[in-house]
């Protein structure tokens, strides 16, 4: 199967309520171009670098997602177009991202990281630190960030039970979060192994690399 097959299997099996992110980080311009041509365009890359230069020459029409962990001091190279970032983890990082989008008359779109995993190697905010936090109004301080949800990694394991019970916590924190926030409305869960368990859990927007591109290059 070709990757544009791929790629359009899956977009057939999604509801039309979740949005595909094609996870193209480590990945050629051409691979991507592929995927461009065969209607995608929305990609997630983990690196600022290396989505800015792809950024740079690609169609227009594409929206970038941010998708890895980001340091505060790469954000400045992402501001001037990235559609939305998954992974703020810290308000430190939200502080940052509101002056650089401010510099760029831009209103940047971002989602809340949640920690879901039991692997102390995911980043993100403790579900119960993040419920006291967000119902605070501590977001209404930002005039140049759009919080939109909420992005949850699960652990990775091949145990579907766990992974069940990972997404139905994030899922839960996120409703509980809307009936303050109603205009959210992108939960952010599942990807390549696990992306349609994440849907049954209640996932909006999955991240998909690997069943697209195939193994990354490293």
């Not at 209607?39 to 970038?64: C, H, L, Y």
């Amino acid at each position: 199967m070709s990757q544009a097959e791929r790629l359009q299997s899956i977009k057939n099996s999604l509801p039309e309520h979740v949005t595909l992110v094609a996870v193209s980080k480590t990945k050629p311009v051409e691979d991507l171009m592929v995927a461009y041509q065969a209607g995608q365009r929305v990609f997630g890359e983990n690196k600022a670098q290396e989505m800015t230069a792809k950024w740079s020459e690609m169609p227009e029409d594409i929206q970038w997602h941010m998708i890895g962990h980001l340091q505060s001091n790469k954000v400045k190279y992402i501001a001037p177009y990235v559609a939305l970032i998954h992974g703020v983890d810290r308000p430190e990082l939200l502080d940052e991202i509101e002056k650089q989008a401010k510099k760029n008359h831009r209103v940047i779109d971002c989602l809340l990281q949640v920690h879901i995993a039991q692997e102390s190697t995911k980043f993100g905010w403790d579900p119960e630190e993040l419920a006291l936090w967000a119902t605070a109004d501590r977001l209404g301080a930002y005039s140049h960030v759009r919080i939109k949800g909420l992005m949850g990694m699960a652990t990775f394991t091949s145990d579907e039970q766990q992974i069940a019970q990972e997404f139905t916590n994030l899922k839960s924190v996120y409703d509980q979060l809307c009936k303050v926030h109603t205009h959210w409305d992108t939960l952010s869960m599942g990807m390549s192994q696990d992306y349609v368990l994440a849907i049954s859990c209640g996932s909006t927007m999955v991240r998909i690399g690997s069943s697209i591109f195939g193994d990354r290059n490293y």
